[in-house]
Every structure is written in C-alpha cells, then in structure tokens.
C-alpha cells in the first residue's frame, strides 16, 4: 500500500520540554527508574503505553527480587525518544493535537527516580469527507454491498487504525469476488487534513476478474526426489494430480479437500478452506496454493503438498500427587496418520504409573497390622483408529479399545475393558457433537487385606450399611466387588469460541454429556439370555451370568477465560453433574461417579478426599457421588520466562462439594447451604513447551467434614494442601 498523508499545520512529532531534570545531572543518569505513571491517558490504555516505550521501571514477585526485570538507570535520551514515540501513537490513532509532559521525582539520595508522564489528548479529528475511486465498472449490486460494510464512515474519529483497517476489508472484499490478484499496491490512500478534519480518498485500481481453470495437485515424494519412474496419475472430479513416490494415498483423499472447482469465480474464502480441509487431514506438514498463469480469464493453478512423517512415537513423562506422595509414570505411544491411505489415524499407547513411597493417609482408622501394605500403581494399553469421511473432513468415525489394571490405596485393585465406537461431527466452526453409538465395559473388582474392616469404619454408614449388621456388611461388599459390565450410549457436546474471540474477548469452553447405560443390555436380559443364572434372582440386571449397570447420567463443564492485559489473565469454571440408576439397579457403578479434590478440582484437598456432603472419611470419598457441583475462580499473572515460556503466579479459589442422592450426606438445599467446601491458594506456574508446572499450594476455607466448619477463623499459612499437575486446571 502506498499511503500519501498531509498533515498541514500539524505539530511536529516531538516531546514537550520535560521539567523536572537536567540532561547533564549526575543524578539522572545514576539513578534507576522506581515507578512510571500515566495521567490523562484516556483513550490508551497505560499497559500499551508501557509497552512501545524502552523505559522500564524494575518489577519483582511481591516486590522481593524474585524472577523480575533487573533495575535499570534512566537513560534521559531514551526517555526523549519515548515521549516523541508516545505523540506518534497518538497521532497514528488520529490525536493531532495531544500535548505530552512530564516530571521526575528523585528518592534515595537520587538513586531512584519516579516518573510522571501527564498527557493532554484534546479532540481527535474527524472524517469529514469519505471518498472511492475506481471502481464504476462493477455493477450496482455489488458496489451496494461493498459499502454496506465499510469500516470507514464522515463523523467518525479518525485513526491510521481505521485506514489500514477499510484498506484490507477492501482487498479481502474484492479477493472474494473473482479479482484473485487484488493486493495492497492496488490500493493508494489520501489523508488531506484541515485542523481538526481529516478528508480520505481510496483510489482503487481492480485487476482482471478470473474464474478457476485446470487445477494441478502433486503430492511430492516425502523422503526423495520427484521422479516419474515413481508416480501416481489420477483425474478424478476436475482435478488432475500426481502422487510421486510409493504413497498409499487415495485420490479421494485430495480430491474431497479441494474446495474450489474449474469453471467457479475465484475466491479466496474457498482457497482458505482447501488449506484448513488438507489441515484437518493430519497428513501433509506443508500446503500450499500456487497461481501458475491466467489466460483467457481463467486462473491455472497447482497445490503443492509435501507428506508429513507417516510414522511417529510420542514419549511422555507423568508426574502429580494424586495420592498425596509423588506418583511418577511414562508413556510411549505409536501414531500412524495414514493407515489405510485415507488419513486414517491408528494410535496405540502404553502407560504405567506408581507412587514412588508407601503412604497410609487413607487408612488411619486401621491398625498396621490389619490391612496389606500396597502401592498404588496404574497400567493401561489403549488403542484408537480414526476414519475421516472423506465427503466431509470434519466428519469422523472412531473405533477404541482399552485395557486397564490399577490398585487404588482403598485396598481394591481393579481390571477394566473397554471397546467403544464413536461418530463425531462439526455443525457449526465453533462446536462438536460426538456420538457413542456404542460401548461396552468389563469391570472387575478384588479386595486386598484389610477392605472389609475398611468398609465397616469407613464406607458402610455413608451409604447406608449398619457396621454391625454382618449380613448387610457382607452384602454391600460383595455387591461393590462384584463383576459387571456397562453398556453404554453417550451424547456430548463441545462449543469454543477460541479461534474467533478477540484478544479483549472471553474466551468460552464449554461441554455437554448426556449418557445412560443398560438399555441395550436390558433388552438382551428380557428377550435374548431368558436363562436362570445361580447367584441371580429375576429381578436383578444380569446377562449370560454377568451383573449390568443400569443408570443415566448429565454433566455440563463451563468455563471461561479473558485477557485483562498482556501477562494478566482472569479464568473461570464450573462443573455440574447428576446421575441415578434406573430399572433393575439399585446404584450406579463406583467407576462413573463424580469425585472431588485434587489438582484440577478443589484443590484445597486431596486427589479424590472431599466428600460426599460432610463426610469425615477419605476413603469414601475414593468410591464417588452421584452429584457434583463445583465453582473455581483464578487470576494469572506471567511476568517472567523459564525455558523461553511464560511464567508466573496464580491467585485461585474453588468452591463445591459432590453429595449422594439420599441417604446421611444426600443433596438437599440445607445440605447445599451447609456443606460446601471451600478453599484459597496460590501456585507457581514454571513455563514448558508441554505446559506450565503447575505448583499449587491452597488452604480450606471452609470444610463441611470439620465440626468448626470454618477454618479460616483459624488460619495456619503452614497448614496447606499442595498438588502438582502439568498444563492449567481449566
């Protein structure tokens, strides 16, 4: 673009002579900049101001000397450099007439220096004259809809912003409608200003307008040269393409990506979603789109695509406390994104974690002598396949297969199967709807030494079990230990308005699941597996000998993010859930349940240690509720790097409790009022190129299980509960 700007009659733009010191002074040029303040600054906001100007003030964590900027001498023509950079600023956003003063403070003997930076905007000027030049060939309908949407109008404040602004609406405009060379040299602009009024001409000067002719795709050989003693020719829907090298790549696949045809009007929102389609696909690591030539109005053109890495392995390390004690674990994962020549995904991963120490903090009800002294472990092998349709990427079949075995520090260990297949598709650019048509779970439980006195003193009062009561204890545990499996059907929604929100904007996540289980297995039960099986009465959920789960289940996970200023940050979240058995079930599966505490829940206690309602024991709260209500609130705050990322503080609050239906702790409006738990912290978050370390440490405000409930009247800096995870916790 070329921009010819007139500014008759205006200021230079230069500083105002600055008060307050001496070039030459001594004291000047030794002494380091303690504080910087704006006044006056209306229409610029002062963390914009502080980041044009190479004046710095020195900044700490909580003022301690801890990862900030290093002190740094005021250096005054740096500092008359800085306010001659403020006027232009102001200028640039149409402020002719800003007058810009300042004023030093010297403290210490002059060792620091204050800085008052006093800014008088006066009026910004006006457009009072908006004018178009070039383009009388086009036809009304489309001149009509090229100034419907002008960003640019008389009256309005003027601002270099607003011209860069209507000059790049212009060219995008055109671009889309068939004039495919429009660029910012076909586009020269003319400011004419008069005191406080600025007069815009656009002179546009339009190529030719085009339609697409032949369109060429080559996927170039990944590992060598192109040579056509290896090549794959293909026509197929208007376009002509060659695959060099031994690929396994359907034409399909390129064809369907392709958003533009031979024959259409040239436009670039079409060109932008070829290169998102061959994104989506996972296979290509470049793509791009050549103009070769135009004759007779027709656009010939190439798309380059260069292969990704077929095969990847992925290791990752996992670390958190979740038990309490350090739990550390590794993963290897195997990733082909092009299996069957499609952008077929398989991926297969295997992963083992344990606790590094042995710890008791759940059994504190047992004597050492009476339970089996066990660390907690987790192993699981997991494999997915994820077929594109290629009519439409954004639509996905998937197929999962998982097995799991863990031993929890409740004294059970668990073996757990699953195979699941799924569709997935994308209504809109900012939401998902994924299908679970169908799921099936295999579950079994064992106990280890010492369960049974631990569900007598821990669980069998929560739920409704009286200690004493041997027959009632014995059925309670076989009925938790007992295999089953869940058949299950899951509806979930996500919405994100990521990639559209503005810098200023919130940012919205959020995430609806709708699931019941049983329905088809109870179909089997009454017209399939009609048998009699030894254990089983009629009226118990069972198939071929097995118990079924039978229970609907509604969560919801809301949250919310918005960028105050760079480095600054306010977050927010809130998770609901509810489920219920239905049909022949009395209770829903332990695995399903809701849990509460730990990194990314309320972090105030431990992995999976809170709750339900006001129970006192940790233990129970391992086997979950049906109800979980959860708020949590952050502020974040980056003001220096580690690894070359983003690093800082984190101010955080989280709110909530889960509660069974009924029952000693069951939901109830007075249960809401009265059993919340409540919690305060703050964390390190040490920048990685996985995510930030998160180091949390948080201190409970309130917690239900407390006989004085309140325990901020009684506040102990050293009571805290720490957690660690990686990445944020929402």
């Known amino acids: 673009m070329v921009v010819a700007l007139f500014f008759p009659g205006l200021p230079a733009a230069e500083a105002e002579e600055t008060p307050g010191y ?62 001659a950079i403020i006027k232009k600023l102001y200028i640039y956003k149409g402020y002719f007439f800003t007058d810009i003063r300042s004023a030093m403070r010297f403290r210490d003997n002059g060792k620091k220096v204050d800085i008052d930076i006093s800014i008088t905007e006066n009026e910004p000027a ?62 020269r602009i ?6 406080s009024n600025a007069g815009v001409l656009y002179r ?57 045809r031979p024959g259409q009007v040239t436009k670039a929102s079409l060109e932008q979603k070829t290169l998102q389609n061959f994104g989506k696909t996972n296979v290509f690591s470049s793509i791009g789109i050549r103009p070769d030539s135009v004759r007779d109005g027709k656009l010939y053109s190439t798309i380059h695509l260069e292969p990704a890495p077929k095969h990847q392995i992925e290791p990752k390390l996992l670390v958190d406390n979740r038990y309490g004690a350090l739990f550390f674990g590794a993963s290897v994962a195997y990733e082909n994104r092009n299996l069957f020549g499609g952008a077929e995904q398989f991926k297969t991963t295997a992963e083992f974690g344990t606790q590094t120490i042995y710890s008791n903090n759940l059994l504190g009800n047992l004597e050492e002598n009476e339970y089996e002294k066990s660390i ?47 569709y997935s598709t994308k209504p809109t650019p900012s939401s998902r709807v994924s299908f679970d048509f169908f799921e099936f779970e295999w579950v079994q439980k064992d106990s280890l030494k010492g369960f049974s006195k631990l569900f007598r003193t821990d669980l069998a009062e929560n739920i409704g079990i009286d200690p004493d009561d041997e027959a009632a204890v014995q059925a309670g545990i076989d009925s938790l230990l007992e295999t089953h499996v869940n058949q299950t059907f899951r509806l979930r929604y996500n919405y994100t308005n990521l990639n559209g929100a503005t810098p200023a904007k919130n940012i919205w996540n959020l995430d609806l699941l709708l699931e019941e289980s049983g329905s088809l297995a109870w179909l089997i039960d009454e017209l399939i597996d009609t048998k009699s099986y030894s254990g089983f009465s009629d009226d118990e959920a069972q198939i071929f000998g097995t118990a079924y789960s039978q229970y609907v289940k509604v969560e919801t996970k809301l ?47 431990l992995f999976n240690t809170l709750g339900p309602g006001s129970s006192e024991s940790e233990a129970a709260s391992n086997f979950g ?68 370390f998160r180091f949390d440490f948080a201190w409970k405000i309130h917690d239900p299980a407390e006989e004085d409930a309140w325990r901020i009247f009684k506040w102990n800096p050293l009571d805290y509960t720490f957690n660690f995870g990686i990445g944020e916790a929402f």
């Open 22 to 83: 001496e070039q030459d002074s001594t004291n000047a040029v030794e002494a380091y900049v303690n504080a910087i303040r704006f006044r006056g600054n209306a229409a610029v906001p002062d963390e914009e101001l502080r980041q044009i100007i190479n004046t710095a003030e020195s900044s700490s964590f909580l003022g301690l000397g801890l990862f900030g900027k290093s002190d740094k001498l005021f250096n005054p023509e740096d500092f008359q450099r800085d306010l």
């Open 126 to 187: 006006k457009i009072d004259s908006l004018a178009y030049e070039g383009i009388d060939s086009i036809d009304d309908q489309l001149r009509k809809q090229y100034f419907a949407k002008a960003s640019m109008k008389t009256g309005e404040n003027f601002s270099v912003e607003k011209l860069i602004a209507e000059r790049d609406r212009t060219m995008l405009f055109f671009r889309e409608e068939g004039y495919a060379f429009m660029h910012e040299d076909s586009i």
């Open 190 to 195: 003319k400011v004419d200003t008069v005191g």
């Open 204 to 260: 546009i000067k339009l190529p030719e307008k085009l339609i697409y002719g032949p369109i060429n795709a080559i996927v170039h050989n990944p590992v060598k040269t192109d040579t056509k003693s290896r090549e794959k020719r293909f026509v197929e829907d208007g376009i002509q393409g060659v695959i060099f090298g031994k690929q396994n790549m359907v034409p399909a696949l390129i064809t369907s990506s392709v958003a533009f």
């Open 376 to 422: 907690p472990y987790e192993l699981s092998l997991k494999s997915s396949l994820v077929m594109p349709v290629l009519s439409n990427p954004d639509n996905v079949y998937s197929a999962y297969l998982e097995y799991s075995q863990s031993k929890l520090p409740i004294l059970l260990s668990s073996l757990n199967g699953l195979i699941r297949g799924s």
């Open 559 to 605: 949250s919310f993010a918005r960028n105050l200023s760079p480095g600054k940050q306010v977050a927010g979240r809130m998770h609901l859930g509810w489920m219920m058995p239905y049909g022949k079930a009395e209770s829903t599966p332990e695995e399903r349940r809701f849990f509460a505490g730990g990194a990314n829940s309320m972090r105030g206690w």
């Open 625 to 692: 509720a049906d109800i979980k209500l959860e708020l949590g609130l952050e502020y974040r705050w980056k003001f220096f790097k580690m690894f070359d990322q983003p690093s800082g503080i984190t101010f955080f609050t989280d709110i909530g409790n889960i509660w069974d239906r009924n029952g000693p702790y069951g939901f109830s409006l007075n249960s809401l009022v009265n059993d919340f738990a409540w919690d305060f912290g703050v964390g390190l978050r040490i920048g990685s190129p996985i995510g930030p």
